[in-house]
């Protein structure tokens, strides 16, 4: 018999070398026990239970597949102290992360946090803790889309990191063809789209973020249609490249002020109120009170204070007078 035969019916017939029961109940429980073997055997020949591969690992025995959608780099002990808490507490990783066999190692498909995780307890004194593992034989697209589906409702994964991930998956496994990508993903064509637009943000726009994880969804959104305009595409580049100018002398930004910088570069500064022209003033000698004159287009407008006495108000009308004879 074959070791997965033996594997098999050892879990199945695993429980048989119990005690026997009271002599009473013996061949009822003997049926009981032969009723449970056939039903389980029947399960697994018809494919009604799925068996999995979990293995305790060291987690140096693991490497992380190369179009995984999370930037491993930027994985820190602060960004995952939830979950370093959390595996210490329980005393073992509760969830296993989804691998695949890559020669004498293993890839890890869903799983670098806990990957992190664990690694971080075992070079800080806790070398009990080992990374548990779901071997799966999976092709490319199935891993990403198996990937995606894990982490896309996740906080903790930014959406420049997802829209990466499906810039590449597009090319590699759909032929650049977004109804088929959508239909896979079981997403709607303008959601997909909105993602590819961000991950198609200029390098330099990109870099003018402090990290990428300050970089949402809708910043694409926002700077589209500026880039798209080549007049305002220009002054937007040029705010982006002046801002990674100020961080390679220190000067951090977060996301919100970035986003404002660039959408503000592009609008036109505001024309300052141009300066009253052809204004007079009249007052009498030695007085405090007097008469404005401003034209405005073809109309004059004048101006004096409800309690300007008659005869500042009379030099002011008379002075108004002469001004107007004047060529």
């Known amino acids: 018999m074959s070791k997965k035969h033996d594997a098999l019916y050892n879990d199945v017939l695993g429980n048989l070398d119990a005690p026997e029961p009271a002599p009473a109940a013996a061949e009822v429980a003997r049926g009981s026990?032969?009723?449970?073997?056939?039903?389980?055997?029947?399960?697994h020949v018809t494919g009604e239970i799925e068996e999995k591969t979990l293995r305790w690992v060291?987690?140096?025995?693991?490497?992380?597949?190369?179009?995984?959608?999370?930037?491993?780099d930027l994985l820190t002990?602060?960004?995952c102290r939830d979950l370093i808490d959390g595996i210490r507490a329980q005393g073992r990783q509760e969830f296993p992360a989804i691998v695949r066999r890559k020669g004498d190692t293993y890839e890890v498909i869903c799983g670098a946090r806990r990957h992190f995780a664990v690694s971080w307890l075992r070079a800080n004194n806790y070398t009990?803790?080992?990374y548990l593992i779901d071997v799966r034989d999976l092709t490319d697209e199935?891993?990403?889309?198996?990937a995606d589906i894990e982490n896309r409702d996740r906080e903790d994964i930014s959406d420049y990191e997802r829209a990466i991930d499906y810039a590449d998956a597009i090319k590699r496994y759909y032929g650049g063809k977004q109804k088929a990508m959508a239909a896979r993903l079981e997403v709607s064509p303008p959601w997909l789209s909105r993602y590819l637009a961000l991950a198609d943000l200029p390098g330099d726009v990109v870099k003018a973020f402090t990290s990428i994880r300050d970089i949402k969804e809708r910043h694409a959104r926002d700077l589209k249609p500026l880039l798209a305009r080549p007049e305002t595409g220009q002054l937007v580049m040029e705010e982006a490249r002046a801002m990674i100018r100020e961080q390679a002398r220190g000067v951090t930004l977060d996301g919100f002020e970035v986003i404002k910088r660039l959408k503000g570069a592009a609008r036109p500064a505001s024309a300052p109120k141009p300066r009253?022209?052809?204004?007079?003033?009249?007052?009498?000698?030695?007085?405090?009170?007097?008469v404005t004159m401003r034209k405005k287009g073809r109309s004059i407008v004048l101006e004096f204070d409800a309690d300007i006495t008659d005869d500042a108000l009379r030099f002011g009308?008379?002075?108004?007078?002469?001004?107007?004879?004047?060529p």
């Open 58 to 72: 060291d987690p140096a025995d693991c490497v992380m597949w190369d179009r995984h959608n999370r930037a491993y």
């Open 77 to 79: 002990e602060e960004n």
């Open 33 to 43: 026990r032969f009723l449970k073997r056939s039903t389980t055997i029947a399960d």
């Open 276 to 290: 009253a022209v052809d204004e007079k003033h009249f007052v009498r000698t030695g007085g405090v009170k007097g």
């Open 128 to 130: 009990q803790f080992k």
């Open 317 to 326: 009308f008379e002075k108004v007078l002469e001004s107007r004879k004047k």
């Open 142 to 146: 199935e891993a990403f889309r198996l």
